[in-house]
């Protein structure tokens, strides 16, 4: 049998194979872009609240058998360098507001603010005066290379006027700081972590250090847009001993949660859930559920996060495990465009198929009638049938040898029957030619 032949009588079969070997291979391609089981968090140094923030991811993710390695760094000006490395394996981390140019969000998406990070400013209880005269000639920690404190803090002492003045820079991380600070090897200390840090509620309870207040706080918001004003309350680390003694003023920025473009939908769905659960409580700067929040400081806010503000998580991930819900989610949108394009072309084949089988039969039966017209005007005219018998002959070979499915085959035999009709008349024809020759010689 042709490849034609067979094309014609098994299209059915065919159309089935080809739309199950579609469906089968970009099964396989969804399966190769499935999410990750593991993903790399940068946080920052271990022991500080980066670090057990990320921890809380780590536990939060691994109920989804999710495994979150967390990777040390110096702060958020190292974890967004990371983050943008694409060596680095770094998939995601936690940024402080206002370490990156809004025209330099290249590779990265933010999905949301986490909470404020106030930028606290410690000092030895002896030193008075003015805020601005408190820097001139102090040993001041300003945060490790790498980190937001140190960024935020220079910009700061620039745009004031003081970084000349400082005597001495130093490039400590918080903690070792705090314990600098209470021993008096330094004077002054600036922090960017959060209120539940352990050094910085050490500090606030300890008499022999002072937090100040930024007394041109106002100023810097308007100058930096990314920068929030928060408010330390009067009594709030000791009622009974008035501590801190007025209400304190500080400027603050706020975390956020920032991935890598290409990280998949289904892990980025699980880091907003996982946020919604962790970062959703009260502090003394904001209300409960008033973090995560939607909210593009540095960097664009991506669309499964745009999504999970408007709507929450998508519905089969309340019935399924994220990679299920993931799998059965591209799967939708996959058949979505295969029925759409299968659906019509299940019902307009059969028809096409119906068309092209009696096609077959019924251009016989238009030659056959061209045969029986001329026949009809040959009678009485003496013309020689000769010619007709033999197109008679290979219509009747081509009906003989014409390949249709069973159930076409009523129309087969009709067109022979009607063949051998047709044959029946041009032997009468000859025969009554016949014997009008010999009527003649005679």
């Not at 880091?271 to 973090?291: E, Q, T, Y």
Request: charged share 20%; glycine share 6%; no cysteine.
């Amino acid at each position: 049998m042709s490849a034609r032949h067979f094309l014609e009588n098994h299209w059915p079969s065919i159309t089935i194979a080809v739309t199950a070997t579609a469906i089968a291979g970009a099964f396989l391609v969804m399966l190769r872009s499935m999410p990750p089981h593991q993903i790399v968090m940068a946080t920052g140094r271990e022991g500080d609240v980066y670090y057990e923030i990320g921890e809380r991811y780590r536990a939060a993710l691994s109920y989804e058998n999710v495994q979150v390695q967390l990777m040390p760094t110096a702060g958020s000006v190292e974890n967004l360098a990371m983050l943008r490395d694409p060596n680095s394996g770094v998939s995601v981390a936690l940024i402080e507001g206002g370490i990156l140019s809004a025209a330099d969000t290249s590779g990265v998406e933010s999905l949301g603010t986490v909470f404020y990070e106030p930028l606290w400013w410690f000092h030895k209880r002896e030193i008075l005066g003015e805020a601005a005269n408190r820097l001139r000639g102090q040993r001041i920690s300003i945060g490790p290379e790498g980190s937001g404190t140190r960024a935020l803090t220079l910009e700061l002492l620039k745009r004031t006027g003081m970084e000349a003045q400082v005597g001495e820079l130093l490039a400590l991380e918080p903690r070792e700081a705090g314990e600098k600070l209470l021993a008096g090897q330094i004077d002054m200390a600036f922090m960017m972590t959060s209120w539940e840090s352990p050094v910085v509620q050490q500090l606030l309870a300890d008499d022999r250090v002072t937090l100040s207040s930024f007394l041109h706080a106002d100023a810097f918001i308007a100058l930096y847009p990314f920068l929030t004003k928060v408010v330390v309350p009067r009594g709030v680390t000791d009622i009974a001993k008035d501590r801190p003694l007025t209400d304190v003023v500080l400027i603050a920025t706020k975390a956020s949660l920032v991935v890598r473009k290409d990280l998949h939908p289904a892990i980025q769905y699980l880091l907003l859930n996982a946020a919604a659960k962790i970062h959703s409580g009260p502090s003394i700067f904001n209300r409960a559920n008033a973090f995560p929040a939607a909210e593009a400081i540095d960097i664009p806010l991506s669309d499964e996060a745009l999504r999970f503000y408007k709507s929450g998580l998508p519905f089969l991930h309340d019935y399924f495990p994220f990679w299920m819900a993931a799998l059965i989610g591209k799967l939708i949108i996959l058949l979505i465009p295969i029925l759409g394009v299968l659906y019509p072309m299940v019902r307009f084949l059969p028809r096409l198929y119906d068309w092209r089988m009696r096609s077959k039969v019924l251009r016989m039966y238009g030659e056959l009638r061209f045969l029986e017209d001329e026949l009809t005007s040959a009678r009485g005219t003496g013309r020689d049938t000769t010619e007709m018998a033999a197109r008679l002959d290979r219509l009747e070979e081509q009906a003989n040898h014409l390949r249709i499915p069973v159930a076409y085959a009523s129309m087969l035999y009709e067109l022979r029957n009607h063949i051998d009709l047709v044959s029946e008349g041009l032997k009468k024809h000859a025969e009554t030619m016949k014997e009008e020759v010999l009527a003649r010689s005679k």
